[in-house]
């Protein structure tokens, strides 16, 4: 490797010579997933493993008179049919509730119901055989007796006095209420010119990981230790409630999480089949091995969204946007999920509308009611694409009613770049964002004044194509303030350990995970930068809680951001550690060394001094020849959590340009942009695909997406050809550019990116519809925008 | 039920000779008997392409079809196309482009990009596009892998002429 140059005074540790910071590097062990040599849950055996099948309810809410097992129990090749009350023996129920989340109520919910179950979908036995397909046949011949219990599924009316209370004992169906009055609300509307007020309609969707959610546990009676093979998102929290739960102390359970085919936040819950698979193991004394098929997924996996929100907004004629206030309801199911709870999202909404924007009234409540259906909680971009929806469909209604173009009343509102640190209208702390810069530079890639004049000629021919915008905020990098003030023990601080091995190369664990974002190789490259070694000599080992320090894992766009910061400054010392040695072996100081291409450089005149495999050999084999006193430490450990910012926040903008078929009611993706200001970029492609697919599952919400239930809670479309997701035909190409505004508080400057795209999808294309729909005189405020919803608006239907 | 039936097939070149259930279908018939692992299962009903292999010349979901239906066929796994170098530059250029985020989807994206390229070697953004529509992926959006499935073609054009 040439040595470009020696000199390293004056640059920080992110710049120096053949830096990986900013390039985009194919991410390392691509190769094992392509050639079909990973490994999946799915994919793990262990000796002695058994199966479980749940046998679930197919009521929404029914008592459980009576359970008959006894022939499916002599079928051949079946281990044992276990109930709700016979596993409560082994595992303790819980209830999802966090203290900061203040009046936040839930009811015990248990691995495998007793007496009465609450959704369609959720376990009332667990059946353990020799293999699934024997499984499965046991539970058609497993004879439930169920009463029949009237069903909660409107939300609309779940909080009405003629509605069952699902859980008698919490009074009501009420999981949660927040409600938010800043600034002046009345004075300023009554002060607008214009108050516009939409209700905006979220449909129930999913993250339909392509892989199912499955778990291997294995309890082993000699060692008293339970090892769990999952695909988690956060292994040390898994860790800690199964430990929990299980009456087990944290150091007798491992949680190893190899390949995950596909998280976007389905996995970073606790469900209640795993734990219940976890107490099988436990019960039956060898390893139980669940996974979720298809129908069991759409069942059971986490739901999102489904909200109600009814928005008002006031502005004046020149375009002040004056006061927001909106008043969402969302309903979650039986049960508020563990132990992150199903209210956060009402509260993210919250927190986020009118976040872009200077007006300083704000007025909420957000309602988190019960309901016999599946469970809900946090998917990708929490709470984003409610929020985002709202305001920005609001925005564009103002605009419409005062005759002004979308972008300038933006331009006019948007929070200006030279204004930070500033705060919200909901209290939220912004370091510093970019929206204006942002918001030029998608004008500069779509070629704004082009579309608009294409539009007009189009529409000369009946042709009605739209343009949306979105501008946005992304929680990113959360301190403690998320989950741990609360009481949940999930760690918001990650840790990273990098030694030197004996022969020149680096291992480097870390507490944060990977499930396809790139964790592995953005640790390689702040590694092998910040040392100055090359990539291919960086291994990276994660997702394994006896094997790597303690910490969060990977979620709510924190990898980069906390994890990467604390590979940093381990490979700080790291480097420090080996300089020192180097010092003394070849009688410098440590300021007059320099670490390029895997080699120890004089920093004057960048000449060779010795190679790091040289170093080690001594270190580890010949420490017999190095000064006396001196205690060498190839292996340095350094933990991060942001502390200043409860959050670091990131901005963007969208802008969406596709075409409504007025007869037919389909929508036709043209072209999609976004601008985001995710600060440090530490690799370029990754960043932009992670924008690029979380666009697209924006773009399934606002189009395809939606969890159909019938009055009754039954689930219609529990399958993927009924469930639909978005297809590459159907996709439009994705332009992604960046602003770049680096947080201070860490030396590494990274923000996360992971929700940004999910965020602005679905506003942009809603306005664009509606900006084509504009002849028409109909605004529609729901989605996912089908071609039934759109011929509805129009009247055709 | 009905007793385990006598198959005898090759896979990724090798014979293989088992007696299977005559409802047990291919892809659990590769996964669980021959742990050929890179053939994945995702919706287990033929929409999702995960378990797309070769089946003599077409590209089948294996979980469509049963074990004792690949009596007698040729069977191509992303095992086997990966050992013989068949897509080593298709792979290379998922690489390259970051085409695949939790690989999940890969093998059957893999497999059904290279039936694309062998039947039409130009294919357009659209056709490609059209032609992958019955693989899904959660992750990436699509765009990359277009891009890599174009690059591919572009390549293979270049080393033809």
């Known amino acids: 490797m040439k040595v470009t140059s020696a000199k390293a005074e004056g640059l920080s540790v992110l710049d120096r010579p053949n830096s990986y910071i900013g390039r985009g590097v ?223 102390s944290e150091s007798q359970v491992r949680v190893v999480c190899k390949d995950v085919g596909g998280s976007f936040g389905i996995k970073v819950h606790i469900y209640a089949d795993e734990m219940a698979t976890y107490a099988l193991s436990k019960l039956l004394r060898r390893p139980i091995k669940f996974v979720a098929d298809r129908v069991e997924s759409f069942n059971t996996d986490i739901h999102a969204r489904d909200h109600r929100c009814r928005g008002r907004i006031g502005v004046k004629r020149d375009g002040t946007i004056t006061v927001f206030e909106i008043d969402d309801l969302t309903g979650i199911g039986p049960y508020s999920m563990y132990p992150r709870t199903s209210a956060i999202e009402a509260n993210q909404v919250v927190n986020l509308v009118g976040g872009p924007y200077l007006a300083k009234n704000y007025r909420a409540r957000a309602r988190v009611v019960f309901q016999n259906k599946n469970v809900m909680c946090q998917y990708r971009a929490v709470g984003h694409p409610i929020a985002c929806s709202v305001t920005e469909g609001l925005v564009d209604l103002a605009a419409m009613r005062i005759g002004m173009d979308p972008v300038e009343i933006r331009r006019r509102n948007l929070i200006s770049d030279d204004a930070y640190p500033c705060a919200s209208a909901s209290g939220l702390k912004f370091e510093k964002l970019s929206h204006h810069a942002s918001l030029d530079k998608l004008l500069d890639m779509m070629n704004y004044e082009g579309l608009r004049a294409e539009q007009v000629e189009l529409r000369k021919r009946n042709i009605h194509r739209g343009i949306g915008f979105a501008s946005f905020i992304e929680v990113t990098n959360p301190s403690a303030a998320f989950y741990g003030v609360g009481g949940a023990k999930i760690s918001s601080q990650d840790g990273v350990a990098v030694r030197l091995d004996a022969q020149g190369a680096v291992i480097c664990q870390t507490s944060i995970t990977e499930q396809g974002q790139g964790s592995e190789a953005l640790t390689a490259q702040i590694v092998a930068s910040v040392l100055g070694v090359s990539m291919e000599r960086v291994r990276v080992i994660l997702g394994d809680t006896d094997n790597t320090p303690y910490g969060g894992g990977t979620w709510a766009s924190r990898g980069a951001g906390i994890g990467g910061e604390a590979a940093l400054q381990a490979t700080k010392v790291l480097r420090r550690n080996i300089l020192e040695i180097a010092a003394a072996i070849l009688q410098s100081m440590p300021d007059e060394l320099d670490i390029i291409g895997n080699t120890v450089v004089n920093v004057g005149d960048g000449v060779q001094r010795i190679e790091l495999k040289e170093l080690a050999r001594i270190v580890y084999f010949r420490p017999d020849t190095l000064p006396p006193g001196i205690q060498p430490e190839l292996m340095a450990t350094r933990h991060y959590v942001p502390r200043e910012y409860p959050f670091a926040f990131t901005n963007g903008v969208q802008a969406s340009w596709l075409e409504v078929d007025t007869e037919t009611g389909f929508v036709r993706l043209l072209r999609h942009w976004v601008v985001e200001d995710c600060g440090t970029i530490i690799n370029p492609q990754l960043v932009d695909e992670q924008i690029r697919g979380g666009v697209v599952q924006g773009l399934g919400a606002a189009l395809f997406e939606k969890c159909i239930y019938d009055e009754r809670g039954q689930l219609t479309n529990a399958n993927m050809a009924d469930y639909l997701v978005p297809m590459s035909g159907e996709m439009p190409d994705i332009d992604v550019g960046h602003v770049v505004s680096p947080t201070l508080e860490s030396e590494l400057g990274a923000k996360g990116a992971g929700e940004a795209g999910t965020a602005g999808a679905a506003a942009a294309v809603a306005n664009a519809v509606n900006d084509a729909l504009r002849p028409f005189g109909t605004i529609i405020t729901e989605i996912p925008l089908t071609p039934q919803v759109i011929l509805a608006a129009l009247g055709r239907i | 039920m009905t007793g385990p039936i006598p198959i005898s097939l090759h896979v990724n070149g090798e014979r293989v000779d088992a007696h299977v259930l005559p409802r047990l ?137």
């Open chain 2, 25 to 161: 279908n291919l892809a659990d018939f590769l996964r669980e008997h021959l742990h050929l692992t890179g053939t994945h299962v995702g919706c287990e009903h033929g929409v999702c392409g995960a378990c797309t292999v070769r089946a003599d010349d077409e590209i089948v979901r294996a979980c469509l079809m049963l074990a004792v239906q690949a009596d007698g066929m040729s069977i191509q796994t992303i095992e086997g196309l990966s050992d013989s170098g068949e897509v080593g530059d298709l792979q290379a250029a998922f690489r390259d482009r970051n085409a695949l985020q939790c690989g999940y989807c890969t093998p059957g994206m893999l497999m059904a990009a290279q039936d694309l390229l062998r039947q039409h070697p130009e294919p357009s953004r659209e056709r490609i596009r059209e032609h992958l529509s019955g693989n899904y992926c959660r992750c990436t959006g699509y765009q990359a892998i277009v891009d890599a499935v174009e690059a591919t073609a572009l390549s293979r054009r270049g080393r033809a002429a």
């Open chain 1, 26 to 248: 194919p991410r390392p062990n691509l190769d094992r997933l392509m050639q079909g040599r990973g490994l999946y849950v799915s994919d793990i055996e262990l000796p002695r493993m058994a199966h479980v099948v749940f046998l679930r309810s197919p009521h929404a809410h029914a008592r459980i008179v009576a359970i008959d097992a006894s022939t499916a129990k002599r079928m051949p090749g079946v281990i044992a049919v276990v109930t709700g009350e016979e596993l409560a023996n082994t595992i303790t129920p819980w209830v999802g509730v966090l203290s900061h989340l203040k009046g936040l109520k839930s009811a015990p919910q248990y691995a495998v119901a007793i007496d009465r179950a609450c959704w369609q979908g959720e376990a009332v036995a667990a059946v353990v055989a020799n293999s699934r397909a024997l499984a499965e046949d046991a539970t058609e011949i497993i004879s439930v007796q169920y009463e029949e219990l009237e069903a909660v599924t409107d939300m609309r009316t779940a909080l009405d006095r003629e509605t069952p209370v699902i859980h008698p004992q919490l009074g009501d169906n009420l999981a949660f209420e927040r409600i938010l009055d800043a600034g002046h609300v009345d004075e300023a509307f009554s002060g607008s010119d214009e108050v516009v007020e939409a209700d905006f309609i979220f449909g129930r969707h999913t993250g339909v990981t392509l892989e199912p959610r499955a778990v291997v546990a294995d309890w082993n009676p000699a060692e008293e230790r339970l090892t769990i093979y999952q695909g988690t998102q956060a292994p040390h929290m898994v860790q800690n409630i199964a430990a929990l739960h299980l009456g087990l």
